[in-house]
């Protein structure tokens, strides 16, 4: 763009050839032909950006959007050539436009036929992000020709995300044609509603996201058997995986998400420098010893039922050098279905659980905190034997901002909509918050404790 602005601010008189001459605008008397010359350079003045390089309108090119990249290769050979060799097709709904969730067979037909028209006027030449983000399905027959204009071994980022309403076919990846033409440059991978077969590693793969993809245990093992590069690996409703094991030689694998891969048996976590697990799923799973590297963990429970329990009895043995513990846990403490006994002012005796240390915790939150008494008592067991213990955050509300502050949300609108039996909850676990909690919390201990908003809350009480 700055050659863009150094050619355009060149004096409107003149300016420089190809040659190195200069054509300029003041009149001339000669020969027709000396006439003609002066109509060339005034034509080619007109128009300084003649001069431009290829490869700087290639660039310039590609940072316009999908459609009007599309529109502007009708304008010129230099545009049109730039189209094909443009490095980034993500095609979309909004991009596309279409009407997003319908599902009916004119908007399939339509985005079929849009996308091919535009891959078969691409070269594949220089592709290195190819992604298709849609509410439908797309025919195999479809995607089997695009991904073979894709799949160069330039290709750096594949994207494959589909999200229909209903249940669909899953699409046969090629993983074959993957590793024959990508697999020296294939850096980010992310699959949706795929049968994904992976027969050996992507030595330079970085980022992996795989949602509703059929894969066994045996198959993603042998995917990260030698994937030395990858740092991040996301994992949503993979019903097909048994078991996971993450191999020692992924050294700079750095954050693992595992969430509703419901036939999950078994985790085995060797990657020395995991630092980060978020994890939703069987807690069986995990093995003693099977976080150790682990220091920031998310546990949720959206399909179990034991997580506090589970929490108290086995996370020191599972992952005992966690520093940062999170725990969300709707379904087993809820604010709106109490199924836990509720704390009262006769609760004098809270259980203990002698002998469990947490030497390295040093970060706590618990969103949607309530005053069912197993809650209580297990803030109560973090804070008497966390002794590296520096912040505890208890969030009274479930909603979409985790600000101590919920005014400041009130910039961009309102807070998110909650019941009135969630507030009335808030009210009771603050009351047991101040009896039962505020007086353990150790002076080097930051508490923070969330409450509902006072402007958008205040009025449903």
């Given at each position: 763009?700055?050659s863009?602005?150094r050619?355009?601010s ?7 050839a190809?040659?190195g ?7 001339r008397?000669?020969s027709?032909c000396q006439?003609e010359?002066?109509y ?5 003045m ?12 290639y ?15 009708c304008v010129s050979?230099t545009?049109l050539r730039?189209w094909?060799y443009?490095p ?12 997003g ?6 908007v399939t ?10 891959m078969k ?12 983000e ?17 799949v ?8 494959l995300?589909?999200?229909p309403e209903?249940?669909a076919?899953?699409?046969d990846?090629p993983?074959s044609?993957?590793?024959d033409r990508?697999?020296n440059?294939?850096k980010?991978?992310r699959l ?13 793969l970085?980022?992996l ?7 066994t245990g ?5 995917l990260l ?25 992924l050294q ?6 595992v969430?509703?891969c419901t036939t999950?048996?078994v ?6 420098n995991?630092?980060t697990f ?5 807690l069986?799973g ?8 682990v220091?920031?963990l998310?546990?949720?429970?959206f399909?179990?039922?034991?997580t ?6 086995k996370?020191?043995?599972v992952?005992?050098?966690i ?7 709707e379904s ?9 006994h509720?704390?009262?002012e ?12 947490h030497?390295?915790?040093?970060n706590?939150?618990?969103i949607?905190?309530c ?15 966390a002794t590296?213990?520096?912040?505890l955050?208890?969030?009274t ?18 807070c998110?909509?909650i ?7 808030a009210?009771n676990a603050l009351?047991?918050i101040e009896r039962?909690?505020v ?6 201990v ?13 009025i449903?009480?």
């Amino acid at each position: 763009m700055g050659s863009v602005e150094r050619i355009t601010s060149m004096p409107r008189r003149q300016v420089q050839a190809r040659d190195g001459s200069v054509a300029s605008l003041a009149k001339r008397t000669g020969s027709p032909c000396q006439q003609e010359d002066d109509y060339e350079g005034a034509k080619t003045m007109t128009n300084p950006w003649t001069f431009l390089p290829e490869d700087i309108w290639y660039h310039i090119h590609s940072l316009l959007p999908l459609k009007d990249a599309a529109r502007t290769a009708c304008v010129s050979r230099t545009f049109l050539r730039s189209w094909r060799y443009r490095p980034n097709l993500v095609f979309t709904d909004a991009k596309l436009g279409l009407s997003g969730l319908s599902e009916s067979d004119e908007v399939t037909k339509e985005l079929n036929e849009k996308v091919d028209l535009i891959m078969k006027n691409h070269s594949g030449i220089g592709l290195r992000t190819f992604g298709l983000e849609y509410y439908n399905l797309v025919d195999a027959s479809y995607l089997d020709r695009w991904l073979q204009i894709a799949v160069t071994p330039a290709i750096e980022e594949l994207i494959l995300m589909f999200f229909p309403e209903i249940k669909a076919k899953y699409y046969d990846f090629p993983f074959s044609l993957l590793f024959d033409r990508g697999g020296n440059s294939i850096k980010h991978l992310r699959l949706s509603y795929c049968a994904f077969r992976p027969t050996t590693s992507l030595n330079f793969l970085q980022r992996l996201h795989l949602f509703e993809v059929r894969i066994t245990g045996d198959e993603l093992g042998c995917l990260l058997s030698n994937s030395f590069a990858l740092e991040q690996l996301k994992l949503t409703h993979c019903k097909e995986l048994n078991y996971l094991k993450i191999p020692c030689v992924l050294q700079r694998l750095s954050k693992l998400t595992v969430f509703g891969c419901t036939t999950l048996q078994v985790i085995e976590i060797k990657a020395p420098n995991l630092s980060t697990f978020d994890y939703d799923g069987n807690l069986a799973g995990l093995s003693d010893g099977g976080l150790l590297p682990v220091k920031n963990l998310h546990l949720s429970s959206f399909y179990q039922h034991h997580t506090i329990q589970y929490t108290c009895a086995k996370l020191p043995s599972v992952a005992p050098t966690i520093e940062t513990l999170t725990i969300f846990s709707e379904s087993e403490v809820s604010q709106t279905r109490m199924k836990h006994h509720v704390i009262s002012e006769d609760s004098s005796y809270l259980r203990q659980m002698p002998g469990h240390r947490h030497v390295n915790l040093k970060n706590v939150k618990i969103i949607g905190f309530c005053s069912a008494k197993s809650m209580v008592e297990l803030t109560c067991h973090i804070i008497e034997n966390a002794t590296s213990l520096e912040c505890l955050t208890l969030d009274t509300i479930c909603d979409d901002y985790e600000n101590p502050d919920r005014l400041s949300v009130h910039e961009i609108g309102e807070c998110s909509p909650i019941c009135r039996q969630m507030i009335m909850e808030a009210k009771n676990a603050l009351l047991a918050i101040e009896r039962y909690i505020v007086g353990k919390v150790p002076s080097t201990v930051r508490l923070d404790v969330l409450k509902p908003c006072s402007w958008c809350h205040a009025i449903e009480v």
